[in-house]
């Protein structure tokens, strides 16, 4: 029987890797998965039943300790030492039984996965060279693209092993720059895609509708959604419907209790809340993130993997600095880069529907957003396309 171990660090690396062992698990049933979520809960696994080989645990950092030492302190007090030497005692026993390891995201669970002995196989979800060059191939700064690629030397040194038996990469500029370099990679497209997919049923909204991305991690995404509404009330006389799409994981009450002056009204959608001010509606919803995507014809977003999605379906996004630790100037920045012109990054929150509106009364404007979106994130159906490779992988 084939056996297979996914390590993953993070909410959207979870979720990328969830939908990749629902396609493998599609095309061959009788494969034994298990899935290591190195950060958090795993709950992306645990709702289409794939079983944890080790309970998670919520750190302070949410993951993102590279983006400040201080979070990287936090994470030690709450015992991330602890957490990941069980962690690597548990693949150890896991792999004593034999079985090939697919981590996903970037070098810690690949570190993990090339340290366990076993053989193993990457997708690379935080890493592209479009954060090194613009369209033209022009680097954006001095001494970026020194090593040839965003994945660095020795990020590639773990690809060298003869262990490591499939890399996958996010987008096609990536995957050719690493073939030049003599890497043999795949690109089956992004999986992040195909967790949006199928498009839903035609919106039962008329008006102009806009959704609000506050992120998914607390207490982050509460503050960032203070942050969204405080952009959204000078324009109360605008005829406006928002579709605040709410990770399940952040309590809806709390974000509720933050609406001052709207007042709540039925809502037209099943599972949702709905509130009024002045010309504007606002629905909340833990359970419509696919639809108010594809419904909406625009995003004001705080938001990683959320923020990747909406412009891969061709919306034009605003966007503008919270307080992190995830979603800083410098994390806007480098989201700015990934994901070109579909991204718009406004030093003022005030700005963000002023700003939509100009960029729908564009047509040649937001043809190419659209052409953007396919070009950064790639077309639906990458998971069972990457499923298909790693079922060879298995097979030899």
């Not at 070098?107 to 340290?115: C, E, F, G, K, Q």
């Not at 096609?172 to 795949?186: C, E, I």
């Not at 952009?231 to 799409?245: H, M, S, V």
Request: proline share 7%; net charge positive; hydrophobic share 40%.
């Amino acid at each position: 029987m084939k056996r297979l171990l996914c390590l993953s660090n993070g909410h959207g690396e979870d979720a990328i890797a969830s939908v990749t062992l629902q396609a493998l698990k599609q095309r061959c049933p009788d494969i034994d998965l298990m899935a290591l979520p190195l950060v958090g809960l795993g709950s992306a696994y645990t709702r289409l039943g794939i079983p944890l080989l080790h309970p998670g645990k919520v750190l302070p950092s949410g993951g993102f300790i590279y983006m400040d030492l201080r979070h990287l302190w936090r994470d030690l007090k709450a015992g991330l030492l602890g957490l990941l030497g069980s962690q690597i005692r548990t693949i150890q026993a896991w792999q004593q039984s034999g079985g090939h390891l697919l981590a996903v995201g970037d070098i810690v669970p690949l570190l993990l996965a090339y340290s366990s002995g076993s053989t193993y196989s990457f997708i690379g979800t935080a890493k592209s060279d479009y954060y090194l060059y613009d369209r033209t191939g022009r680097p954006y700064g001095w001494g970026r693209g020194w090593a040839g690629s965003d994945y660095l030397p020795w990020e590639r040194w773990l690809w060298r092993s003869p262990r490591c038996r499939g890399i996958f990469v996010r987008d096609r500029l990536t995957a050719k720059g690493l073939q030049q370099l003599g890497y043999t990679v795949h690109y089956c497209g992004n999986p992040m895609m195909d967790l949006v997919m199928p498009p839903p049923e035609r919106s039962p909204l008329s008006t102009k509708t806009i959704v609000l991305l506050p992120g998914s991690r607390a207490p982050e995404a509460y503050r960032n959604w203070q942050r969204i509404l405080q952009a959204l009330t000078p324009y109360q006389d605008q005829p406006l419907i928002f579709l605040a799409a709410v990770s399940p994981g952040l309590n809806l009450e709390i974000l509720e209790q933050r609406l001052e002056g709207w007042q709540p009204i039925a809502s037209p959608l099943p599972q949702t809340s709905a509130w009024q001010l002045g010309q504007q509606q606002l629905i909340l919803s833990s359970h419509h993130f696919r639809e108010f995507l594809h419904w909406a014809a625009g995003g004001i977003a705080l938001a990683g993997t959320a923020t990747e999605q909406c412009v891969g379906l061709g919306k034009p996004v605003v966007t503008f600095a919270g307080e992190g630790p995830q979603f800083t100037r410098h994390f806007a920045r480098r989201q700015k880069r990934l994901l070109g012109e579909s991204i718009f990054l406004l030093d003022d929150p005030l700005e963000a529907l002023p700003t939509l509106w100009r960029i729908w009364q564009d047509a040649e404007l937001l043809a190419r957003i659209a052409a953007n979106g396919v070009e950064r994130m790639g077309h639906p159906g990458a998971s069972d396309r990457i499923a298909e490779e790693l079922l060879k992988i298995l097979s030899n």
